[in-house]
C-alpha cells in the first residue's frame, strides 16, 4: 500500500457495500482522497473480505493485497497472487484479480482463491500480526 490509511478512513473502506458499489456520495469523496493505486488496492481488498464473507467458514477481518508477491497494476486493475486474509486469528493465502471503474471505487469484475493456511512460524517473516 502506498500510504498509511487513518482509521476513519478504514471504517469508510470496510463499509462499502456488496459486490463493490460505493452509492454513497460521501464514501465516494473519501476514497477519492486516496492516490488512485491506494484506491484501487483498498476498494479490491474490501470487495475481497465482502465476498470471502459469504463463505460461512470464514470471517475475514483484514486483507493484504502484496504480502507474498508484488501485485500487478492497471490503470483501473490489480492482479494481487500473493495477497492474505485473516480470518478468526489465522491467515490464508489468497490470490485475486480485480477490476474497477475509471474512479477505482466501483468493482467492476472480481475473481478471486483461497489457499491454505500461512503457518504460525512464518507470519514474523512476512509481517503478519494477531
Not at 21 to 46: F, G, N
Not at 54 to 83: C, E, H, L, M
Not at 117 to 122: A, Q
Amino acid at each position: 500500500m502506498s500510504k498509511s490509511l487513518s482509521a476513519a478512513t478504514l471504517l469508510l473502506l470496510a463499509a462499502l457495500p456488496s459486490a463493490g458499489h460505493a452509492r454513497d456520495s460521501s464514501l465516494k469523496q473519501q476514497l477519492l482522497k486516496l492516490d488512485p493505486k491506494t484506491r484501487l488496492e483498498q476498494a479490491c481488498d474490501t470487495e475481497a473480505m465482502l465476498r470471502i464473507k459469504q463463505n460461512n467458514a470464514y470471517r475475514p477481518d483484514k486483507v493484504i493485497a502484496y504480502t507474498f508477491r508484488d501485485p500487478v497494476y492497471g490503470a483501473n486493475s490489480i492482479k494481487a497472487p500473493g495477497a492474505v486474509f485473516r480470518s478468526k486469528g489465522e491467515w490464508y493465502h489468497l490470490s485475486y484479480r480485480c477490476q474497477t471503474g475509471p474512479q477505482n471505487i466501483d468493482v467492476r469484475d472480481f475473481a478471486y482463491q483461497i489457499g491454505g493456511k500461512v503457518l504460525r512460524e512464518n507470519w514474523d517473516k512476512y509481517f503478519l500480526y494477531d
